[in-house]
Each structure stands twice: as structure tokens, then as C-alpha cells.
């Protein structure tokens, strides 16, 4: 079951006021089907979605949906890409610019530069195989965070059953997290961690 309304309440599809659920929906799986499309290069019609996770991730200006096993390696420019998806989940038009991405060799290290809302960074991401490395990840949206004044969130969903190698950050003000909580049952990783520390005291 889709609860659009409360997703939209939470801050989701903010450009698509003018769209009613209906319209959002459709608009939502037309833009699927085309992208599918051109990734497969035949006509494609994907399955429409049925859950609030999948039409979630379909906002990339408010949630940040990847897989941390994603191919990082010299010759795919991982960590560009990464930062484009970052710039996009941030709301904001060229927050993250001037990227440049540098490998010593195949297997690191790493060193990325670029600006965050026009003041240089820069950063030596771990090597780990395909894998993205998560700590420069949450610190490039904290830098964003600073800028926007909305916090990132790692969501586990509802019953903690996002909790993998998939991750899931949500751009969120207080009362959007809480409506989240509330209606839909989406847990977050922090609230997750203080339970497993009061259980450690018991």
C-alpha cells in the first residue's frame, strides 16, 4: 500500500504540488518506464510501484537510495558519481561542484576534491574493493547538512528491514522525521543505536 499523502506531508515530491497522487504516480512510472527503456534499449514497461519504499526512492532531491557494493573501481569514476547523487539529494542547485576524482593506482589511494557551496574539500576515501566507502559518504552529507540546516538520517525502514548493504539517507526537518515515525513506522539508525546501548547497560 502507497501512503503518498503522508510522504508529501514528510516533505517528499515538494517540486510536484501542482500534481495530484493520480498524476504524481503516473508520472512517477512513466519516468521509470523511460528510463528502463534506454537502460535496456528496447520498449520496457516496469512493474508499478505498490510500497511506500519504492516510490520513495523515486524522489533523489530528498533520499539517497545505493548500494554500497557498486562497482568502485579507477576506470567508473565511483566517487564523481557519488557526489553528483549527493548534490542532487541536497534540494539545491550546485552545491557540490568542481569535482575531481584521483587514483595513485587500481587499488588506491584515493584522493577526491571539490567544493561544497563554494569552499574547497577534499578527501582520501578507503579503499574496499567495489565498495563505496560509507564514512566519506555520511561525511560529505554532513557537510551538506551544514549548509542545508537538514539533517541526513540513515532509515532502516519499518521493523529495521532496510538494514543492509543498501542504504537509505532521508534529507529531513524534525517534523518530517516525526511524521515518519509515526505514520509509517520507518526507524532510524541512531534510535536503533541507542537501544542497542541501554541493552548493553541492562
Known amino acids: 500500500m502507497i501512503n503518498l499523502d503522508t510522504l508529501r506531508q514528510a516533505g517528499f515530491f515538494k517540486e510536484y504540488t501542482h500534481l495530484n497522487n493520480d498524476e504524481l504516480l503516473e508520472m512517477i512510472h512513466q519516468r521509470r518506464r523511460q528510463s528502463s527503456s534506454q537502460l535496456l534499449g528496447y520498449e520496457y514497461e516496469p512493474e508499478r510501484s505498490k510500497d511506500d519504499h519504492s516510490i520513495a526512492i523515486e524522489d533523489t532531491r530528498k533520499m539517497l537510495y545505493m548500494d554500497l557494493e557498486a562497482d568502485v573501481c579507477m576506470e567508473n569514476n565511483s566517487y564523481t558519481e557519488l557526489l553528483k547523487i549527493c548534490n542532487d539529494v541536497s534540494g539545491m542547485d550546485d552545491t557540490i561542484t568542481d569535482i575531481k576524482e584521483h587514483w595513485e593506482s587500481p ?3 584515493i584522493y577526491i576534491s571539490y567544493k561544497i557551496n ?4 577534499s578527501f582520501a576515501p578507503i579503499y574496499a ?5 560509507q564514512n566519506f559518504l555520511e561525511h560529505v552529507l554532513s557537510e551538506i547538512a551544514a549548509v542545508t540546516q537538514d539533517a541526513f538520517y540513515l532509515c532502516l525502514g519499518p521493523n529495521e528491514e532496510w538494514f543492509g548493504q543498501d542504504v537509505n539517507y532521508i534529507r529531513l526537518k524534525p517534523h518530517e522525521r516525526k511524521i515518519l515515525e509515526e505514520r509509517l513506522h520507518w526507524k532510524f539508525f541512531d534510535d536503533f543505536l541507542k537501544e542497542m546501548m541501554q541493552e548493553q547497560v541492562k
Do not use: L
Open 129 to 133: 574493493d567495489d565498495w563505496i566507502d
Open 107 to 109: 587499488t588506491g589511494p
Open 118 to 121: 563554494g569552499e574547497e574539500r
